[in-house]
């Protein structure tokens, strides 16, 4: 297994330097620090994401959402230059970058900032690299721009075309809207080995008008798989909000024995083949509420995975892992020894 550590010091004196640099020894150093996640190389990598090189500003923006959270999620807020780079950068940090990202598109109405459009180019061009379903904070907030009469957005064409793809999604659609609520449960693959757990997310968005509350945990509401539904006796804890115009996003939703059907109490088994699967919410206001039910995900469970296939898979991926990486320190050497070449012809 490649020790990356043992590369620090020789790329650290990249990332500090003071002195021109060449571009691909810099980039391969902030990846490799990115990767690491080495805390002491923050603030330099945070630096070189405003660099006016933009393969340097690239590599800088990849490391830093490596790193992830709330702290990746200001650096790459603040960026006002080619903004379009952090802006894919902010989409990749998923969750914890979606309030900074709805900034940008309501900064656009209130004071025509042009980041905006820089953040709608970024969700287009990388559509298909979407690892998971649009927020509907973002959504709604785009809907808003584009519906006020007041905003000071000099064009729309980008606001359209985005509901557009959302509307026409084929990788997350949601269930019925029930009184301006609705929610969609997903998955990342459709085969299960009988012998792994299944797990799903879920998201719940209030686009109506009012506010309402539920648990904010999938296990303290129902799940129905193939018509039958199935609860969690101990699922339960505390109400929250789920105010207009806000969501709850990447519920995880583990299946297993702990869900008991609601009828006879009887633990769920998952036997080999297809089943279909929903979770139905319940809200509560001053008034009642309908149930509201996800859009219907199909899953396959197929034979059990043995230990050695699993650890084989994962090897695998290791391996691609580590020749991406060599390759990109053999681009590396190869530049520098043409940057030698040169200097000396």
């Known amino acids: ?33 990115g990767h690491l996640q080495d805390a002491d190389a923050w603030e330099a990598i945070v630096r070189h994401s405003e660099n006016k090189d933009v393969y340097i500003r690239k590599a800088a923006v ?60 970024s969700y287009l061009t990388h559509w298909d690299e979407l690892s ?75 686009f109506g008008q009012d506010n309402v509350y539920l648990i904010r945990s999938a296990e303290a509401h129902e799940i129905e798989v193939d018509g039958r539904r199935y609860r969690v006796t101990t699922g339960g804890g505390k109400s929250s909000m789920l105010s207009r115009g806000t969501a709850f996003a990447n519920l995880r939703i583990r299946l297993g024995k702990q869900w008991e059907s609601s009828k006879d109490g009887r633990p769920l088994e998952l036997s080999n083949g297809e089943h279909k699967i929903r979770l139905v919410f319940e809200v509560t206001s001053e008034r009642e509420w309908p149930l509201i039910v996800t859009n219907s995900v199909t899953i396959n469970v197929t034979e059990p995975i043995s230990a050695q296939e699993e650890l084989r898979k994962v090897e695998e991926l290791r391996k691609r892992n580590a020749a991406m990486e060599l390759e990109e320190l053999r681009k590396l050497q190869e530049a520098i020894r043409k940057q030698n070449s040169d200097a000396e012809g």
């Open 1 to 33: 297994m490649l020790d990356w550590n043992r590369l620090k010091p020789r790329f650290r004196v990249a990332l500090h330097s003071k002195e021109k640099v060449h571009q691909y020894e810099l980039g391969v150093a902030l990846r490799l620090f």
């Open 62 to 121: 990849d490391a830093i959402v490596k790193f992830g959270g709330q702290k990746a999620a200001d650096a790459l807020a603040n960026h006002s230059d080619y903004f379009h780079i952090a802006a894919w950068g902010l989409i990749r940090l998923g969750d914890v970058a979606v309030p900074s990202v709805v900034k940008v598109i309501e900064a656009g109405s209130v004071n025509g900032d042009y980041r905006y459009e820089q953040m709608f180019r």
């Open 132 to 206: 998971s379903p649009i927020d509907p904070r973002v959504v709604e907030a785009v809907r808003k721009s584009l519906e006020d009469p007041t905003s000071r957005v000099r064009r729309k064409e980008y606001h359209r075309e985005f509901l557009e793809r959302v509307a026409k999604s084929k990788n997350a659609p949601w269930g019925e809207e029930a009184d301006g609520i609705k929610a969609r449960l997903r998955t990342n693959q459709k085969n299960w080995a009988s012998n792994r757990a299944v797990e799903l997310r879920a998201d719940i968005g209030n």
